[in-house]
């Protein structure tokens, strides 16, 4: 008699030991996939941020009359912000190329193709309207679009 309760006793042990192992790798696996998707959502969410405040800031310290264009650069859509140094006139190209956000500063007479910039972070597509009083651009990331819009303050604008 004693041998049957106890073999019922283990087996029951046994039973708990399992389920409790069961629930604690559920609760891990659960715990890892939030993880990994909280990491990604905050690494593409500085991506957008890292684009959205690069682009403005060159903005902001190219804003002079009639400083800031819309370009094609070797067929692919650029803003681009022209700038006299010593004399020179220089441009500074901000566009897409390769799924980077990428800059190309050159004098303005150089003739170069897009893949010679440099990246600054992974971005899907970027785009550029220009008016009198405002660069709006759309920056798309992982299927992620927003919008902004920065006021041109130049020449009394």
């Known amino acids: ?29 659960c715990g890892a996939r939030t993880f990994h998707k909280m990491q990604t ?19 902001r310290r190219g804003d002079t009359s009639d400083a800031v264009f819309c370009a094609d650069l070797d067929g692919i859509q650029a803003l681009g912000i022209r700038e006299l140094i010593d004399g020179e006139t220089y441009i500074t190209y901000i566009y897409v190329h390769d799924g980077w956000l990428t800059e190309l500063f050159c004098p303005a007479s150089a003739k170069l193709s897009g893949d010679a910039g440099e990246t600054v972070v992974p971005l899907d597509s970027l785009t550029f309207e220009i008016d009198d009083e405002f660069v709006r651009y759309t920056c798309v990331n992982d299927g992620r679009s927003r919008d902004f819009r920065i006021a041109l303050r130049a020449a009394g604008r």
């Open 1 to 29: 008699m004693h041998s049957s309760r106890n073999l019922i006793s283990y087996a029951a042990a046994l039973l708990m030991l399992l389920f409790f192992a069961l629930f604690t790798v559920a609760a891990v696996l």
């Open 41 to 59: 959502d905050m690494e593409l969410a500085y991506h957008e941020r890292t684009a959205e405040v690069y682009i403005a800031a060159k903005l």
